[in-house]
């Protein structure tokens, strides 16, 4: 079977909130799933090397925030590519803590649900936690952004930790060598009509906000 397979089905972009008593943080997942409605539970996977899992293993709640097609990239990438045990992930993101602890991030979600963890499973590399939704918003705004969209459109990269994940093989075509890529997330800058070096100094990563200095010219 060859990843293709995998890659046919169809993913969304969410963040999980989550506390360890002490200090509150969050990540992006891909992997949200409703498994029944008597009562609500949703499924999550979560990898085992992320602090929000255990974050989710000690207290048993999270949230889920919808990310929208108006959520800025760089959202995902403050959230996706740093490790929450040695940085403020939420430094420069809008978010509220709920009452019961957990954070629910506010740039331009869909909706957001407060989960309760009520069983798991484990695999090699990742828990899946089956959670009861506890509370959650009144209405649905935007569009959800899905994977096809996040991959496509703002031509994210997937963090290493999250379950759809894959090494990207080699193109077989010769590098552009006005292509530069971030040493952070991996986004690739080759927007034929703007070279690079006439980006402005205060330009940022779409996906992860990392600086300009933080491009590296791509090798062949």
Known sequence: ???????????????????????????????VMQVSNTPDIVAVSVSHDN?????????????????????????IGALGFNSGRNADKLKNVTYRVLAEGVPVIKEN????????????????SHTVFLAEVLAGSESVRRRPMTYEYYRHIIKGRIPKNSPIYYEEAPSGKETDAESWICSVCGYVAD????????LPQDWVCPVCGAPKSAFRRKQS
């Open 191 to 198: 927007d034929p009509l703007v070279p690079f070096e006439e």
């Open 51 to 75: 602090f929000s899992h255990d974050c989710i293993a000690k207290t048993g709640l999270f949230t889920v925030s919808v990310l929208s097609e108006d959520t800025s990239g760089a959202v």
């Open 109 to 124: 979600i869909c909706c957001w649900f407060l989960c309760h963890v009520v069983g798991s499973m484990e695999t090699r």
């Open 1 to 31: 079977m060859t990843e293709d397979v995998f890659k046919s089905l169809s993913y969304g972009i969410y963040a999980l909130g989550v506390s360890n008593g002490e200090k509150v943080s969050a990540c992006i997942v891909s992997t």
